[in-house]
C-alpha cells in the first residue's frame, strides 16, 4: 500500500510535467492542425536555461532557495518563449498555406538544428546539478515521502493550469483563441489579428515546456541535448490520449501516461516503459481515435 | 552599419528599416544571452559557468546586418547589399574570428544573403510576382522530369560505370554505397509517402527487421546471404503488415506519429532483449557476402573452395568486395525504381495515387482502402528489409544505435524534399542531403545544424519539394495526344500553372 502510494506520487508528479509539455502540442495541433515537432526540443531549451540561470545566480551569489526558484521559472520562461516565437516566425509562418507535409518537415528540421545548436554550444555530456530542494515530507509514519521538489512540481503544475484556465476562459486573449481554433477565416474577419494570436499560442506553449523542462531538472538534476526528444514523443501521446486540441484531456492525458509509467516501472522493471507507453498510444488510437475527452471529428468531403 | 555610408536613396525609409534590424537584432540577443553567452562546463568542484559575451554580440551584430540587408532587398537596393555580403562572406574565409562557429555563421549568412540579392537581382527586373516565380520554378521542375527519361538511363549507365573508371578509389565506392542504400530507402519509403500518400515516420524499423533478420539468422542458423536476404524482405513485410493492420485505419497525423511509435518500439525491444538481440552492444562479426554463394572474397580460401580472384584469374584485392557490395546495392536500388515505374500503371499503384488525391471518393468507388494501404506499407516494408540486409553485410556489424528515429526522419526528408511520388527527386535529395554532409565532412560538428536549416530553408523555398510534381500517371484523355501511357511530362506545366494559380489566390 505504502508503494502504491509512493508509485502514484512519483506518478503524479511526472505526468504533471508532460501534462504541461502536452499542453504545447494541444494548443498549436488545435489551431493550426500541425504536429510542432520541435516542441520537445523547446522543453530542452526551457531545462538549459534554467540550469544556467541557477549557476548565474550562484556565481552572483543569490543562494537563498525561494528567490532563485523564482528567478529561475521566470527566466526559463522568458527565454524560452522567446525560442517558440522565433521557431514559429521562421520555420511555421512561412508555410501556413502549404501542404500538410511541408510545416512537418521543416519542424523535424529545426528540431535537428536545436538539438545540435544546443549540443555544440553547451557540450554534449549530461549536467548533472546538485539538488537544490532537498528534503522529503514524510506521510504515514516514514513509510511514505514526498520530496519537497515533487511537491513544489504539482503545486506549481496546479497553479499554472488555474492561471491558463483562466486565461484562455476569461480574457479577451483568450477568447480570440478559442475563436481562430474554431474558425480562423471568420476571426479574421470579425477583426481578430490571426497571425499575432498563433504567436502568442506558441509564445504560451513554450513557457509551460519551459516550467517542465526546470521541473525535470530539479526532480532528476541531470539534463543532455537529447531529452527533449522522447519527453516529446510521449507528451504528443498524452496530448492524443487526452483528445488533441482539448486543454484538460492534455493535462489528463498527461497525468494518465505519467501513472503508467510510474506504476510499470514500479511494478515490473524500467526498461519496458517506453514500449508501455508507445502500447498505451496505439491501443487508444485503434479504440478511441478521438482520446478521452476529444470530440469526434466529422469527415467532411 | 556600413550599408549607410554606401548609399542613401531618398526612397528608402530609414527609420522603419532600422527598427525592425534593432527588433530583430534584440531578439537575437534574447536567444543568444543564456545559451550562447553562458556556458556551461565542467569543473572539478561541478558545474561552472563560461561566459563568452563577446560571441553574443558578434551575433546580434549580424543578426541586425543581416536584417538590414534583407530589407534593402526588399526595398529595392539588392546590388548594394550582394556586393556587401559577398564581401562578409570572403572576410569570414580570410580574418581570423575569435571562434570557429563565428566563422561559419558569418561565411553562411554571407552567403544566403548574397544568394538572395543575387536572385533578387535577376528576378526584380523582371517584375515578377511571386506566383509567377513559383510558376517559372515548377516548370524548370517539370523539365527535369521530362529530362529524366533521358537522364535516368545515363545516370544509370555512368553509375555502372563508375567502378572501373580509376576515379573509383576505397572512399569514393563507399561513399557511392552510402548513397545508393539511401536512394534505395527513398525510393521504398517513397511507396508510401508518395504514392500511398501514408506519412510513415518510422521507416527505419523495417530497416532494422531486415538487418536483425539477417544478423540473427546467419548467427543462429548459419545461413549464407543470398537466402536471407529474400527471408529478411519476406519478415521486413510481415512486420510490415503486423504493425500496419491495426493502425491503417488512422489518418494522416495520428498515423504519422503511431508509426512513430512502432519505430521506438522496435528500437527498445533490440535494445532490451539482450539475450536474443545483444542489446545496445549489437552483433557483430556478421558474414560478408559471397559472390552469389559461389565464391568468397578472400585472399586465401579454405581447401576445396575457390575465391573470386582465382575464379576470374585476377590478382587478390580488397576492392572487389567494395565494388561488388556497389554493384549489389546498385541493383537492389533499381530493382525498386522499377517495380514503383511499373506498379504505377497497373490496378494497384492507381489506386494508390488515387488514395492519395481522395479518401473518400476511393471508398466510394469500392477501393478496399485498408487491402491497398496494406499492400503499400507491406511492399515498402520489404524493400526496405532488403535495404537493411545490404546494410548488416556491408557493416558486419549492427546496433541500435543505427535505427533511431533521425535515421527515419533522414529518410523521410529525402522522399519529400525531392517532392513526394518523384522518383529523380529522390536521387536529388540524396545527394543534398546525404553527399553534401559527407563531402563537408571538416565542418565535423557543424555538419548536423547546416542539415537541419537546411531541410527548413528547402522547405521555404519549395514546400512542395523540389521536384514536385503531382500529375496522375494516368490521363482520361491522354497528352497532347500521346496517348494514355505516355509519360508524366507532358501536361506537367500545365499541371505546375494549376498549382502555382491555387497558391496564387
Not at chain 2, 531578439?27 to 543564456?34: C, R
Not at chain 2, 531541410?455 to 482520361?476: C, K, N, Q, Y
Request: proline share 4%; charged share 15%; glycine share 12%.
Amino acid at each position: 500500500m505504502e508503494y502504491f502510494l509512493q508509485q502514484l506520487i512519483n506518478g503524479i508528479s511526472l505526468g504533471a510535467i508532460y501534462g504541461l509539455i502536452a499542453i504545447g502540442y494541444t494548443m498549436v495541433y488545435g489551431i493550426i492542425g500541425m504536429i510542432n515537432f520541435a516542441h520537445g526540443e523547446i522543453y530542452m531549451i526551457g531545462a538549459f536555461v534554467a540550469l544556467i540561470t541557477f549557476l548565474a545566480l550562484g556565481a552572483l551569489g543569490i543562494t537563498w532557495v525561494p528567490l532563485a526558484l523564482v528567478v529561475m521559472l521566470a527566466a526559463s520562461m522568458l527565454f524560452t518563449a522567446v525560442y517558440g516565437w522565433t521557431v514559429e516566425r521562421i520555420a511555421y509562418r512561412p508555410l501556413r498555406n502549404s501542404p500538410k507535409l511541408a510545416p512537418l518537415i521543416s519542424a523535424i528540421g529545426i528540431s535537428i538544428f536545436l538539438q545540435n545548436y544546443v549540443q555544440i554550444l553547451q557540450g554534449a555530456r549530461s549536467k548533472p546539478l546538485q539538488p537544490i530542494l532537498p528534503g522529503n515530507l514524510t506521510l504515514m509514519d516514514g513509510a511514505v515521502s514526498v520530496s519537497y521538489v515533487r511537491l513544489a512540481t504539482i503545486i506549481i503544475t496546479v497553479a499554472l493550469m488555474y492561471g491558463f484556465t483562466q486565461l484562455i476562459t476569461r480574457t479577451s486573449l483568450g477568447r480570440a483563441q478559442r475563436a481562430c481554433e474554431q474558425d480562423k477565416k471568420m476571426a479574421a474577419l470579425l477583426g481578430v489579428d490571426v497571425d499575432r494570436i498563433i504567436s502568442l499560442t506558441f509564445v504560451m506553449g513554450a513557457a509551460l515546456a519551459a516550467v517542465a523542462g526546470m521541473m525535470v531538472l530539479l526532480i532528476y538534476g541531470v539534463i543532455d541535448f537529447y531529452i527533449g526528444f522522447l519527453a516529446g514523443v510521449k507528451a504528443f501521446t498524452a496530448a492524443v490520449l487526452g483528445g488533441i486540441g482539448s486543454l484538460p484531456g492534455a493535462m489528463l492525458g498527461g497525468v494518465v501516461i505519467g501513472l503508467i509509467e510510474a506504476f510499470w516501472s514500479g511494478y515490473m522493471g524500467s526498461e519496458w516503459k517506453d514500449v508501455a507507453t508507445f502500447t498505451i498510444l496505439v491501443l487508444v488510437l485503434i479504440f478511441r481515435p478521438t482520446g478521452l475527452l476529444g470530440r469526434p471529428e466529422i469527415e467532411k468531403v | 552599419m556600413t550599408a549607410l555610408s554606401v548609399s542613401s536613396p531618398r526612397s528608402i525609409a530609414w527609420p522603419a528599416i532600422l527598427k525592425e534590424a534593432a527588433i530583430t537584432a534584440f531578439v537575437a540577443l534574447l536567444l543568444t544571452v543564456p545559451l550562447v553567452g553562458l556556458r556551461t562546463v565542467d569543473r572539478p568542484t561541478g558545474l561552472g559557468l563560461e561566459t563568452r559575451w563577446a560571441e553574443v554580440a558578434a551575433a546580434v551584430g549580424l543578426v541586425f546586418l543581416g536584417r538590414l540587408g534583407l530589407c534593402l532587398i526588399r526595398d529595392g537596393q539588392p546590388t548594394v547589399v550582394l556586393v556587401l555580403a559577398a564581401a562578409a562572406t570572403a572576410a569570414g574565409f580570410l580574418i581570423q574570428m575569435p571562434t570557429e562557429a563565428l566563422r561559419v555563421i558569418l561565411i553562411a549568412g554571407g552567403a544566403i544573403i548574397a544568394i538572395r540579392a543575387a536572385i533578387a537581382i535577376r528576378t526584380g527586373r523582371s517584375k515578377l510576382s511571386q506566383a509567377e516565380r513559383d510558376q517559372r520554378m515548377d516548370r524548370i521542375a517539370a523539365k527535369v522530369q521530362h529530362a529524366s527519361r533521358w537522364l535516368g538511363p545515363i545516370a544509370v549507365v555512368v553509375a555502372l560505370a563508375f567502378p572501373m573508371t580509376p576515379l573509383a578509389d576505397r572512399q569514393l565506392l563507399d561513399i557511392g554505397i552510402l548513397l545508393l542504400t539511401y536512394i534505395m530507402l527513398g525510393w521504398g519509403l517513397n511507396i508510401v509517402v508518395g504514392l500511398a500518400g501514408l506519412l510513415d515516420l518510422g521507416y527505419v524499423a523495417f530497416y532494422a527487421v531486415g538487418a536483425y533478420s539477417y544478423a540473427l539468422l546467419a548467427h543462429y542458423f548459419g545461413l549464407s546471404f543470398w537466402v536471407c536476404l529474400p527471408l529478411a524482405g519476406l519478415l521486413a513485410a510481415g512486420s510490415g503488415v503486423l504493425l500496419g493492420f491495426p493502425v491503417l485505419r488512422l489518418r494522416g497525423d495520428y498515423f504519422a506519429i503511431v508509426t512513430l511509435g512502432f519505430g521506438e518500439i522496435i528500437r527498445i525491444i533490440l535494445v532490451n532483449w539482450y539475450q536474443f538481440t545483444g542489446g545496445p552492444n549489437g552483433i557483430s562479426g556478421i558474414p560478408r557476402p559471397s559472390f552469389f554463394g559461389v565464391a568468397d572474397f578472400v585472399r586465401s580460401p579454405p581447401e576445396g573452395t575457390l575465391a573470386f580472384h582465382e575464379m576470374f584469374g585476377l590478382e587478390f584485392s580488397p576492392l572487389h568486395r567494395i565494388v561488388f557490395l556497389y554493384y549489389l546495392i546498385l541493383v537492389l536500388a533499381l530493382v525498386v525504381n522499377v517495380f514503383t515505374l511499373r506498379i504505377r500503371k497497373l490496378p494497384l499503384g492507381r489506386a494508390w495515387e488515387a488514395l492519395r488525391e481522395d479518401d473518400i471518393a476511393c471508398a466510394s468507388l469500392g477501393i478496399n482502402r485498408t487491402n491497398m494501404k496494406l499492400a503499400a506499407f507491406a511492399i515498402a516494408a520489404m524493400f526496405g528489409g532488403f535495404a537493411g540486409s545490404f546494410f548488416a553485410t556491408r557493416q558486419g556489424f549492427i546496433s541500435p544505435e543505427s535505427f533511431t528515429f533521425i535515421e527515419s526522419a533522414i529518410i523521410l526528408a529525402i522522399v519529400v524534399l525531392g517532392g513526394m511520388g518523384s522518383q529523380i527527386g529522390v536521387v536529388v535529395a540524396t545527394l543534398l542531403v546525404i553527399g553534401l554532409p559527407e563531402a563537408f565532412r571538416e565542418l565535423a560538428d557543424y555538419r548536423m545544424l547546416a542539415f537541419g536549416m537546411g531541410m527548413v530553408l528547402i522547405m521555404l523555398w519549395r514546400p512542395r519539394g523540389l521536384l514536385a510534381h503531382r500529375d496522375p500517371t494516368i490521363l482520361l484523355y491522354g497528352r497532347n495526344g500521346k496517348g494514355a501511357g505516355g509519360a508524366a511530362a507532358g501536361t506537367a506545366a500545365a499541371g505546375g500553372q494549376g498549382i502555382a494559380g491555387g497558391r496564387a489566390k
